[in-house]
Every structure is written in C-alpha cells, then in structure tokens.
C-alpha cells in the first residue's frame, strides 16, 4: 500500500522567509504527484502537479519538485505571506492503489507565517 | 463553470439514520471519487467511478454505498449512520488519470 509522509507535521516562519516543505511516498510507480492547500474549513484547491516525467513545476512563489526515483518531493515556498498559512497536503496517484485514478494523501503540513 | 459542487454544507444526524451526500460537476469528466477527511487519518477513499453505470470501492467504503447514473451526479449514501462515520466528506472528479483532480467544498457530517 502507498504510504505517503509528509514532513514537518507544523511549521511557523515570520513573514518573509522562503520554506520547504517535505513529501516521500513508498511507492515509486506513480503516474503525478499533486499539492493541494487546504484553509481551516474550506476544501481542496489544487496548487501544482508534476506529472511521473517531470523534475519540477513553478507557479508564482511556489516551486515543486519530483524525485520520483528515491520516492521524495518538494514544495518551496518563496517570500512567505500571511496569506500562505493554510494546510499544504501532498498527494501521489497511482503506484499500489485501488485506482490508477485514486489519490494517496499525507497527513499535511499546517503552516503558520506570522506578520 | 460552478466546478465541483456539494450539498448539504453541514449535517446532523441521529445514529440509524440514513441520507444522501449530493455531488455534481459541470466539466463534464468521466472520473468521481468521494474521500472522507479524519484528524490525524488524511484522506481516504470511500468510493470511485470511472464513467456513468461503473463505481468500485475504495479503501474505506463499508457502511456506504454509491451509484453513477450520470456523468455529473456521483451521489453518497449512507443507509444507517454510526458515529464513526462522523467526518468531513470531500467529493473530486477529474477529466483523466494524468490531469489535475478537482475538490467540492466539503460535506461535514456529525452523528450523534
């Protein structure tokens, strides 16, 4: 079964600070990776995804990275803002999962950035 | 385009009841899944349906059942709620199986 670990469970920076956020899963025959922010009572929304043949995708301040090989990804955040505090929640389909469509997620990383 | 979209917001309901999770999608995508939410579990997959008139299990899925009668409904149901199944339920849907899966806003569910 695709075991999804995402590390720091918490993490608070002050404003302004580039941060890393970390994923490894068990598996590495996935088909995308996807990262997702989550906001206290809100749903899903879709940050970036790094489809198996891909090294990294950039979108604004946000950078991920794939490592699919050694099973390991990357969120780099960069100049962090108030607004980023959210959940970032890292998730891999395919590999060893009832679907080739299902996704498997880690537990997340809340994030804090404080003015 | 509304997206993926999800009723009711908010349910209470008494252990034994049963009800019916809506959700619809208006991107016209063949995959749907329902995936609960628990502090300290993630997410896990209850259901999914690759097309209208195909659904199959996902990793949690006892105690609820699901039909696919259309390419926009994925509907939900649980026959007789138990307190374990107090839980946030999220329901996705995607145009393929390398492109980025959608999330509705959530279903929150306590029973009593």
């Known amino acids: 079964k695709q075991e999804v670990t995402q590390i720091p469970a918490a993490l608070s920076v002050p404003e302004g600070e580039n941060l890393v956020l970390n994923c490894s899963f068990t598996d590495s025959a996935i088909y995308n990776l996807q990262w997702f922010r989550q906001d206290p009572g809100k749903g899903l929304t879709s940050l970036l995804l790094?489809?198996?043949?891909?090294r990294e995708q950039t979108s604004g301040r946000l950078n991920a990275s794939l490592d699919k090989s050694s099973g390991r990804s990357t969120l780099y955040i960069a100049a962090s803002q108030p607004g980023d505090s959210a959940t970032y929640l890292c998730?891999?389909?395919?590999?060893?999962?009832?679907?080739?469509?299902?996704?498997?997620f880690g537990k997340g990383t809340s994030l804090l950035v404080t003015p | 385009n509304a997206g993926v979209t999800q009723t009711p917001k908010f349910q209470v309901l008494k252990t034994g009841q049963s009800m019916t999770l809506q959700c619809a999608q208006d991107?016209?995508?063949?995959?749907m899944s329902w995936y609960r939410q628990d502090p300290g579990m993630g997410l896990r997959l209850i259901h999914y349906?690759?097309?209208?008139?195909?659904?199959d299990q996902g990793e949690v899925p006892n105690g609820y059942n699901v039909s696919r009668s259309t390419t926009e409904d994925f509907p939900l149901r649980l026959l007789s709620a138990a307190p374990s199944q107090t839980s946030v339920y999220f329901c996705?849907?995607?145009?393929?199986?390398?492109?980025?899966?959608?999330f509705g806003p959530g279903t929150r569910l306590t029973v009593l």
């Open positions: 998730a891999v389909q395919g590999g060893n999962s009832n679907s080739g469509y299902a996704l498997n």
């Open positions: 996705a849907s995607t145009n393929g199986v390398a492109d980025t899966q959608y």
């Open positions: 790094i489809q198996s043949s891909q």
């Open positions: 991107m016209n995508h063949e995959y």
């Open positions: 349906s690759v097309g209208a008139g195909i659904t």
